[in-house]
């Protein structure tokens, strides 16, 4: 399994950009996936969660009524929709699919099993 995160980029205050995770292989549309960001000298922390079918989903409060969370079964793929944007979404995010395991909460680092390379973005005041 490979993770591809992309869309990333420099944009304003108040913007919008879309991020992409492409998985390879099979099983995507079986398995939850998340969203992680790491800011410079911080811990990586959850932004967002969506289940295999797509139905549900859950947001960190910073985030919560600014980005949308979504995948594509068919495409393999995962999305963030972020809006509204903020100096303080600067950040690497990471996209992530979870372990077939319910021992760990969605936004725990240890629920996923595999992770992308991570796309960098950054917001300017």
């Known amino acids: 399994v490979q993770l591809q995160a992309s869309g990333g980029g420099l944009v304003q205050a108040g913007g919008s950009l879309r991020l992409s995770c492409a998985h390879s292989?099979?099983?995507?549309?079986?398995?939850?996936m998340g969203w992680f960001r790491q800011a410079p000298g911080k811990e990586r922390e959850f932004v967002a969660a969506?289940?295999?079918?797509?139905?549900?989903?859950n947001y960190a409060d910073s985030v919560k009524g600014r980005f949308s969370i979504s995948r594509d079964n068919a495409e393999n793929t995962a999305y963030l929709q972020m809006y509204r944007l903020k100096p303080e979404d600067t950040a690497v995010y990471y996209c992530?699919?979870?372990?077939?395991?319910?021992?760990?909460?969605?936004?725990?680092?240890?629920?996923?099993?595999?992770w992308g390379q991570g796309t960098l973005v950054t917001v300017s005041s």
């Open positions: 992530a699919r979870r372990r077939n395991s319910a021992y760990y909460t969605y936004s725990d680092t240890a629920a996923y099993e595999y």
């Open positions: 292989g099979r099983s995507f549309s079986s398995y939850g």
């Open positions: 969506i289940d295999w079918s797509g139905s549900s989903a």
